[in-house]
């Protein structure tokens, strides 16, 4: 590799690319006010039916480590008394916190959420991109105990995401010196011959390089083990990201956020433009059919919202109006920072929790809670992954539905204190959405085009063959 080549990687990976942000103030003080509107508080609810965050053990040490590799040593002044505290001061302000300087249960909470390891503030003002529009990667190694032909197409997959919206195409090469190198490694790992001058820290999944380094390494900690593929699959979208030269975004409804937030299978509308600016749109591509209300063979969720007004889901848009005549939008519209599809969701109070495999999102109105998503297991106690169906019932239970299975959860205890079969409520089989009318004080379940309402008075379903209003 050419000595100039050299200066500018471990230039990047260092903290130069971060002296740029000195001189553009104006422009990082408009990402943290944007970034500051995105971030909802972490003060629970008296009634929130979910466990509390647990609050990370971190020192203010580990904070300061932690700071420096996300590149906010090069904002803040460290030579003064109290450099820490600037730095802390930076972060809180970037993510919407009270600026307090001081390692408060929010900070460490945002700070321990595994993240990329590319600086929070690297390339404002910067616009790093390739001169040409095809390009070759190379997997250098794999992870232990995974299938190389299994990490092959997750990352295939991923390089055809970014391809679809925009005029680039890649192909995997057994060439060393293809544009992208793609690592597995741990916290000191390789970059083409050499070290890699920056290390992957415990809490960093992954980190990459703008063109023309062309790089892309995987903390081997993270994959395939606690996280599962499409974990890998998300991740290796936003690092392609990266290496394509996008940086962070501010935005949760965004594959570029830097914490691993939302999941998607395709790249998201608003990461299509910023890419689209730098390479141009892909010809011919394909208009994405939305079907109306009314056509819609099976809901994924229905629920009230905090106003009472009854909304459905289906795939990844959610129907506002029944209607047929008003389209509706995108989960993350709705919610910044959800997937792109879901198993089930409800609201409780000011909470709207939303369920996919083992995870769940808490939102409060449009604001992502704090320490979001979370597993299953670790927010509402025995409840199972892969839910089909959740009813709020009362103020007391929740009702999780899988299969031809629930399980009651006690809100007051934060438990499972009983499970049964779903025919239990004159249903058979399994369902696809529920939802719990207070007024008339039923159940409705729906599968496909069906429903069936259980009277919690008389404890009797009725079948109801009638379409929704406005059909």
Request: hydrophobic share 35%; aromatic share 12%.
């Amino acid at each position: 590799m050419a000595q100039h080549q050299l200066n500018f990687l471990r230039t990047w990976c260092l903290v130069s690319a971060l002296f740029h942000v000195l001189t553009m103030c104006s422009e990082l003080d408009d990402a943290i006010e944007l970034f500051a509107q995105t971030l909802g508080s972490s003060e629970p609810e008296e009634n929130n039916p979910a466990l509390p965050v647990k609050v990370p053990d971190l020192t203010e040490s580990d904070a300061e480590e932690i700071l420096d590799q996300l590149g906010f040593d090069a904002i803040a002044n460290t030579r003064e008394p109290g450099g820490v505290r600037n730095k802390l001061s930076q972060f809180q302000k970037l993510y919407g916190l009270q600026e307090s300087g001081e390692l408060c249960n929010s900070t460490k909470i945002l700070l321990k959420i595994p993240r990329c390891g590319v600086s929070d503030v690297a390339a404002l003002g910067e616009d790093f991109k390739w001169d040409k529009s095809f390009l070759t990667y190379y997997v250098r190694n794999f992870p232990m105990n995974v299938a190389s032909s299994s990490v092959r197409q997750l990352l295939q997959n991923a390089f055809n995401q970014w391809s679809a919206v925009t005029n680039l195409d890649f192909i995997e090469s057994e060439n060393h010196d293809a544009d992208i190198e793609i690592i597995f490694g741990g916290r000191v790992h390789p970059h083409r011959w050499e070290s890699c001058a920056t290390e992957l820290g415990s809490g960093i999944l992954a980190h990459a390089f703008f063109p023309t380094t062309g790089a892309i390494h995987f903390n081997t900690q993270f994959f395939f083990g606690s996280r599962n593929e499409d974990d890998f699959f998300n991740t290796a979208m936003h690092e392609i990201g990266h290496a394509l030269g996008l940086d962070h975004s501010v935005n949760p409804a965004s594959i570029m956020y830097p914490t691993l937030v939302a999941r998607y299978s395709e790249i998201p509308q608003i990461d299509a433009e910023k890419i689209q600016l730098k390479y141009g749109k892909r010809d011919h591509r394909s208009t994405t059919f939305i079907p109306k209300f009314c056509n819609l063979d099976k809901y994924d969720a229905v629920l009230y919202d905090n106003s009472g007004k009854l909304s459905f889901i289906s795939g990844k848009y959610l129907y506002l109006s029944m209607t047929s005549d008003k389209p509706p939008i995108s989960l993350g519209e709705q919610w910044p920072g959800a997937p792109d599809r879901l198993d089930t969701a409800v609201t409780i109070g000011s909470h709207t929790y939303l369920f996919r495999d083992d995870q769940v999102w808490a939102f409060v109105a449009d604001k992502l809670e704090l320490g979001y998503p979370r597993p299953i297991r670790r927010t509402f106690p025995g409840l199972p992954r892969h839910l089909d169906a959740i009813v709020h019932f009362g103020s007391k239970y929740l009702f999780g539905f899988k299969n031809e299975h629930f399980w009651r959860y006690n809100v007051a205890q934060k438990m499972v204190d009983h499970s049964g079969e779903v025919r239990d409520f004159g249903v058979s089989g399994q369902i696809d959405a529920s939802v719990y009318d207070e007024q008339r004080n039923e159940i409705i379940f729906f599968k496909k085009d069906l429903k069936y309402v259980y009277n919690c008075d008389t404890l009797k379903t009725t079948a109801d063959y009638s379409r929704m209003d406005g059909c």
